[in-house]
């Protein structure tokens, strides 16, 4: 079963505007989540996470917002620019101490100048 | 220090033949993990270690695959008699407390 969702398969946004990625969860024991960025040929680069005792975390233009009662969480970026272009995953940390990752399926945004 | 290093980058076999990966962690991390990606989906958890000593192994991990990671530095991940269903892009990353940094694969394409 799919405990983490991106149900969005691509996005597509103009330059200067805001992105708004998706993600839901099943398992309500997930207490931290991330996204990572991923470029072709690259490795998944981290980008900014969350604890569930915060609803939102803010590192410069990328924002996190937590909505527990939803299970839902969504990585805005603002201003969007098409550097940001690429693959972004929502990933929840397996709670325990193995730090093992769930991902989801990845949602590919593309920035258009 | 230029983060986690992986080896090959692309390795393409025929059907039934081993395969060797290597990954080099970044130097301090204690905590290594193996994944694998196929296409459209996003990384799945394979198995961790922590030091030398390997502690999950997920149910993706048929007994064809083995890890490991002596002196508990780098690690390899061993495929032996690989199938068609066995090509996709393998990734490691390591951590310390923090957050997993990730190499940038090995694409496995078995013919």
């Known amino acids: 079963d799919q405990q983490v969702k991106q149900n969005s398969p691509s996005l597509s946004v103009q330059e200067g505007r805001i992105s708004i990625l998706n993600c839901d969860y099943t398992?309500?024991?997930?207490?931290?989540f991330l996204w990572y960025k991923k470029y072709p040929a690259e490795g998944p680069t981290f980008l900014i996470s969350?604890?569930?005792?915060?609803d939102k975390n803010e590192d410069g233009r990328f924002t996190v917002f937590l909505n527990k009662s939803a299970k839902h969480l969504s990585l805005h970026i603002v201003p969007s620019q098409p550097g940001d272009s690429a693959v972004y995953f929502c990933?929840?940390?397996?709670?325990?101490?193995?730090?093992?990752?769930?991902f989801g399926q990845g949602t590919t945004l593309q920035v258009k100048p | 220090d230029t983060g986690v290093s992986q080896d090959p980058r692309h390795k393409i076999t025929k059907r039934g033949q081993n395969v060797t990966f290597r990954c080099d962690p970044i130097s301090e991390h204690n905590r290594l993990y193996w994944y694998r990606q196929t296409l459209g989906q996003g990384p799945e958890f394979l198995t961790y270690?922590?030091?030398?000593?390997?502690?999950?192994k997920s149910r993706l991990l048929s007994d064809r695959f083995s890890a490991e990671r002596p002196k508990g530095s780098f690690s390899t991940l061993e495929i032996q008699r690989t199938e068609q269903g066995d090509s996709a892009m393998y990734l490691c990353a390591s951590s310390g407390d923090g957050e997993q940094f990730f190499g940038p694969g090995t694409r496995l394409t078995v013919l």
């Open positions: 969350i604890s569930s005792i915060k």
């Open positions: 270690f922590q030091n030398e000593a390997q502690l999950e």
């Open positions: 398992n309500s024991m997930f207490d931290y």
């Open positions: 990933a929840a940390k397996v709670p325990g101490n193995t730090g093992k990752l769930i």
